[in-house]
């Protein structure tokens, strides 16, 4: 069973910067695809970022390009989201997500496995 673990959350001024971590364990092997989603208080989840683990290609949601990098580091098992620039709207729990697929990334359906969330806090 995969299992996904997040860090790096926490309450950072307006403008700050946070780094958020992924540890992808057990059936490492078989994910091709993560994705970083969001989930602010009354509002659907979101897609934020994505990454292919071999080729490295990404994607982003409009609201965060430019701000916001995703790496991955597969030998340590582990994708990351830099956030800079924050803003008081990125405020919300951010969860990883990982699939066996290269497929739609920016739908939350596509992704079986997920993290148990991290919340992030912007301060205006």
């Known amino acids: 069973q995969v299992q996904l673990v997040e860090s790096g959350g926490g309450l950072v001024q307006a403008g700050g910067s946070l780094r958020l971590s992924c540890v992808i364990s057990?059936?490492?092997?078989?994910?091709?695809?993560m994705g970083w989603f969001r989930q602010a208080p009354g509002k659907e989840r979101e897609f934020v970022a994505s990454?292919?683990?071999?080729?490295?290609?990404?994607d982003y949601t409009d609201s965060v390009k430019g701000r916001f990098t995703v790496s991955r580091d597969n030998p340590k098992n582990t994708v990351y989201l830099q956030m800079n620039s924050l803003k008081p709207e990125d405020t919300a729990v951010y969860y990883c997500?990982?699939?066996?697929?290269?497929?739609?990334?920016?739908?939350?359906?596509?992704?079986?496995?997920w993290g148990q969330g991290t919340q992030v806090t912007v301060s205006a």
């Open positions: 997500a990982a699939s066996p697929y290269l497929s739609n990334r920016n739908d939350p359906k596509n992704y079986p496995y």
């Open positions: 057990r059936g490492t092997l078989s994910m091709r695809q």
């Open positions: 990454i292919w683990l071999s080729s490295g290609n990404v």
